[in-house]
Nanobody, 127 residues
Framework: QVRLVESGGGLVQVGGTLRLSCVVDGRDFTRNAMGWFRRPPGKEREFVASIAWDDSDTYYANSVKGRFTISRDHDKKTLYLQLTNVKPEDTAVYYC????????????????????WGRGTSVTVSE
């Protein structure tokens, strides 16, 4: 059974930085395109960023482009999301997910429709 464990969230001031981590257990991490997603308060879960299975390319939502960076460590089976210059609208619970059958820029990756999710990690940006 796949297990996704997100961490690194917290309270951060506008303009600050934070690094989120996601440990992936029980899935062939090396062959999977992976993504970060978030659910702002009172809203639907949305796509944030994704990385190709071979790390050859990345893709970002327009709202975070130039501020967030997705990366991964294959040896640690860990996906990262570096948040910089955060804004109040970045406040959300952040989740990771992915699989081998979805391209990192594909519609079914960006749709954020996955069957299983981790508990997420909460990020709150204060003014």
């Amino acid at each position: 059974q796949v297990r996704l464990v997100e961490s690194g969230g917290g309270l951060v001031q506008v303009g600050g930085t934070l690094r989120l981590s996601c440990v992936v257990d029980g899935r062939d991490f090396t062959r999977n395109a992976m993504g970060w997603f978030r659910r702002p308060p009172g809203k639907e879960r949305e796509f944030v960023a994704s990385i190709a299975w071979d790390d050859s390319d990345t893709y970002y939502a327009n709202s975070v482009k130039g501020r967030f960076t997705i990366s991964r460590d294959h040896d640690k089976k860990t996906l990262y999301l570096q948040l910089t210059n955060v804004k109040p609208e970045d406040t959300a619970v952040y989740y990771c997910n992915g699989d081998a059958n979805r391209g990192f820029r594909s519609a079914n990756m960006i749709s954020a429709q996955f069957e299983n999710w981790g508990r997420g990690t909460s990020v709150t940006v204060s003014e």
